[in-house]
T-cell receptor, first 112, second 111 residues
Framework: EAQVTQNPRYLITVTGKKLTVTCSQN?????MSWYRQDPGLGLRQIYY???????DKGDVPEGYKVSRKEKRNFPLILESPSPNQTSLYFC???????????FGDGTRLSIL | QKEVEQNSGPLSVPEGAIASLNCTYS??????FFWYRQYSGKSPELIMS????GDKEDGRFTAQLNKASQYVSLLIRDSQPSDSATYLC???????????FGTGTSLTVIP
């Protein structure tokens, strides 16, 4: 089954404790992306990747890091999380940038 | 700052009616446009993509694009209660590979 898999689905943690949210797709997609969704602000792009070792900033990259060492994986790293990063996060992938994106089930992060 | 604007709603229509959802965007050169549906607590799922001016139909859904007016809309015919969700408009940047989403329009179809 074609899918984008994110882990964990839920996480409650404390300020400053590094965390990683994993994202994996099994569709051989070139383009992968991370979004955060906040009430009233909609989906905002954090980072995206065109291919292995090619990443670029989206609209709200501050406080986040990503890497793309393998085509299928695109982890999101919060090196020193803060409460303002409490949000619902989605990973998405598509065959190419102009193509429709497939979304993972989301990760709800709470930073205390 | 590139923007995608949608009426937040809520929009309520009776079952069987046509629901009309609208979206405007600021990036004049954008070429790729998408409508996603998001049920509460779920991830967005693609409804339609549209790349050329005019109408594109898929079942009960019709997307309409007018690049000169920087306007894209989604019509849902014969609305069903299962169509009750938030509808997100997404636009790919013309100058890069970023995507911009509207804040979504909440639709309720009343049985």
């Amino acid at each position: 089954e074609a899918q984008v898999t994110q882990n964990p689905r839920y996480l409650i943690t404390v300020t400053g404790k590094k965390l990683t949210v994993t994202c994996s797709q099994n569709m051989n997609h070139e383009y992968m992306s991370w979004y955060r969704q906040d009430p009233g602000l909609g989906l905002r792009q954090i980072y995206y990747s065109m291919n292995v070792e090619v990443t670029d900033k989206g609209d709200v990259p501050e406080g986040y890091k990503v890497s793309r060492k393998e085509k299928r994986n695109f982890p999101l790293i919060l090196e020193s999380p803060s409460p303002n990063q409490t949000s619902l996060y989605f990973c998405a992938s598509s065959l190419a940038p102009g193509q429709p994106q497939h979304f993972g089930d989301g990760t709800r992060l709470s930073i205390l | 700052q590139k923007e995608v604007e949608q009426n937040s709603g809520p929009l309520s229509v009776p079952e069987g009616a046509i629901a009309s959802l609208n979206c405007t965007y600021s990036d004049r050169g954008s070429q790729s446009f998408f409508w996603y549906r998001q049920y509460s607590g779920k991830s967005p799922e693609l409804i339609m993509s549209i790349y050329s001016n005019g109408d594109k139909e898929d079942g009960r859904f019709t997307a309409q694009l007018n690049k000169a007016s920087q306007y894209v809309s989604l019509l849902i015919r014969d609305s069903q209660p299962s169509d009750s969700a938030t509808y997100l408009c997404a636009v790919k940047s013309d100058t890069g590979n970023q995507f911009y989403f509207g804040t979504g329009t909440s639709l309720t179809v009343i049985p």
